[in-house]
């Protein structure tokens, strides 16, 4: 199965807002509203920053929020922060094999 | 606190059998699904497959179906990935991660430190 389409690299300046794309199918993305994205720091274990499109779990920033339109979901962080450098990745239920399948992963930089 | 440990790092040969451990605490282990999620070395995460433990009830990749197993022991709260014949490409971090009973494609809130598989002759 094919991994779900992210950017390879997105920066941005502190206080400025970012997002980061993640494109599938209908089979996945497009069709149900099971997306994920999680924060992974360089030698630590991911962290789930949104669930369902668009949920934070409690302890998360609100300046992180996310979003889908069509087959395309969306993480937006604003405000960015120097700790938000890191690789981010989403993740969303695939019907065509009725398992999870990630994206490829964005590395973002903090100019 | 909630909390998932797995086993220390691995080093093995090629064709060797390895099974390593997710041990939950903090919570009802047998009302989350733990799943196993691989990250070769300086790639992205792939995900393996998901058991529940209450049931075992286990959903595989396609990438990963007949190559691992993935079981549970709910007596001792534990997960287990294994590999019967292990190859080269193997080689890579192990995470173990929990999602909620609502469905494993929720999302992942706990996840274990990592075990680092090392397959060399």
Known sequence: QSALTQPASVSGSPGQSITISCTGTSSDVGGYNYVSWYQQHPGKAPKLMIYEVSNRPSGVSNRFSGSKSGNTASLTISGLQAEDEADYYCSSYTSSSTSVVFGGGTKLTVL | ?121
């Open chain 2, 1 to 121: 606190e909630v909390q998932l440990v797995q086993s220390g790092a691995e080093v093995k040969k090629p064709g060797e059998s390895l099974k390593i451990s997710c041990k939950g605490s903090g919570y009802s282990f047998t009302s989350y699904w733990i799943g196993w999620v691989r990250q070769m070395p300086g790639k992205g995460l792939e995900w393996m497959g998901i058991i529940y433990p209450g049931d075992s009830d286990t959903r595989y990749s396609p990438s990963f179906q007949g190559q691992v197993t993935i079981s549970a022991d709910k007596s001792i709260s534990t997960a287990y990935l294994q590999w019967s014949s292990l190859k080269a490409s193997d080689t890579a971090m192990y995470y173990c991660a929990r999602a909620p009973t609502l469905g494993y494609y929720y999302g992942m809130d706990v996840w274990g430190q990592g075990t680092t598989v090392t397959v060399s002759s």
